[in-house]
């Protein structure tokens, strides 16, 4: 079980940046991807960005890619989103959450792979 808490959100100005944190709780954490989502009024949530449990392996949704990164610390049990050159459109709240299943070396982007859901973080990016 991973149960998560994400922190880091706020209000940023359109080409600002912005870290989210996903800390984790129990012994599992490294045994799993983690995977960030977003959804925004109105909207259907929608995936972010995901990282394997293993070698770092990264994926993430083409309207993030080349702005966000994604990235792990196992001895932390965190998971970070580094978020650059922040848009409107980013505004949202953000999620993170835990595969579903352990050990997936390449990590996946539907939302129903993913378990113990945080209660999310904020992101209000201004223009």
């Known amino acids: 079980q991973v149960p998560v808490v994400e922190s880091g959100g706020g209000l940023v100005q359109a080409g600002g940046s912005l870290r989210l944190s996903c800390a984790a709780s129990g012994r599992s954490f490294s045994s799993y991807a983690m995977g960030w989502f977003r959804q925004a009024p109105g909207k259907e949530r929608e995936f972010v960005a995901a990282?394997?449990?293993?070698?770092?392996?990264?994926y993430y949704a083409d309207s993030v890619k080349g702005r966000f990164t994604i990235s792990r610390d196992n001895a932390k049990k965190t998971a970070y989103l580094q978020m650059n050159s922040l848009k409107p459109e980013d505004t949202a709240v953000y999620y993170c959450?835990?595969?579903?299943?352990?050990?997936?070396?390449?990590?996946?982007?539907?939302?129903?792979?993913?378990?113990?859901w945080g209660q999310g973080t904020q992101v209000t990016v201004s223009s």
């Open positions: 990282i394997s449990w293993r070698w770092g392996t990264t």
């Open positions: 959450a835990a595969d579903k299943a352990s050990h997936r070396l390449v990590p996946v982007d539907d939302g129903y792979e993913y378990e113990y």
